[in-house]
């Protein structure tokens, strides 16, 4: 079964610009997570989806958004790009069921520089 | 809000020997699950092993264990005879059992330990 797959995985934007980046969860996965990886800051929860609505969102501003398509595939957005959202964004997916523990399977990440 | 602290940034082991991660939490909730992640240099994260919370015995996957103590809201990972492929950045990770709301998704993570083998 293939992985958790984003597009792309490098990405260089300017301040001021906006991004869309692309995850793929594991095929029967209905659950999508996103994360922020700076060195400052760590790991960072940013929002989840489940059949297409979002049901838990992290402290991040408007600026970032997402949403999640009906083949559980999710985009996330982020207008007006600052230099300090450079960073690298994970996004996982989650079997459905509560008895899988809950376990995310993460993707390799978007690394965005934003000059 | 729940809150994860690694105390150690960076931690080294000579290969073939032992090595424990300390991992500290703060949470009022009594349901709960704890995690350890690796990420290697390649950034592909990978669950290492998991800990549900009203379960006592202390959970094992090969050569990797843990030592919870809830009481103490302690969550240490034990490497025994490390290899090479286990240099990585470690994390630890909290989440609230799924009773909706604020549980849905989140991880909540430490700051991580860089993990260095030396042959």
């Known amino acids: 079964k293939a992985g958790v797959t984003q597009t792309p995985r490098y990405l260089i934007k300017t301040r001021g610009q906006q991004v869309t980046l692309s995850c793929s969860p594991i095929s029967g996965h209905r659950s999508v997570s996103w994360y922020q990886q700076t060195p400052g800051q760590g790991l960072q929860f940013l929002f989840e989806y489940f059949s297409e609505t979002q049901r838990n969102k992290g402290n991040f501003p408007g600026r970032f958004s997402g949403r999640q398509f009906s083949n559980s595939r999710s985009e996330m957005n982020v207008s007006t790009l600052e230099l300090g959202d450079s960073a690298l964004y994970l996004c996982?997916?989650?079997?459905?069921?509560?008895?899988?523990?809950?376990?995310?399977?993460f993707g390799p990440g978007t690394r965005l520089t934003v000059l | 809000a729940q809150t994860v602290t690694q105390s150690q940034p960076e931690m080294s082991v000579q290969e073939a020997e032992t090595v424990t991660l300390s991992c500290t939490y703060d949470?009022?909730?009594?349901?709960?699950?704890l995690f350890w992640y690796k990420q290697p240099p390649s950034r592909q994260m990978i669950l290492v092993i998991r800990?549900?919370?009203?379960?006592?015995q202390n959970a094992t996957e090969n050569r990797f264990s843990v030592n919870f103590q809830k009481a103490a809201k302690s969550f240490s990972l034990k490497i025994s005879d490390s290899q090479l492929g286990d240099a990585a950045m470690y994390f630890c990770a909290y989440k609230m059992a799924n009773a909706g709301g604020t549980s849905y998704g989140k991880l909540t993570f430490g700051q991580g330990t860089i993990l260095t083998v030396h042959p």
């Open positions: 800990q549900e919370a009203y379960k006592q």
């Open positions: 996982a997916s989650s079997p459905p069921g509560q008895g899988m523990y809950n376990e995310q399977f």
């Open positions: 949470t009022s909730e009594s349901d709960y699950y």
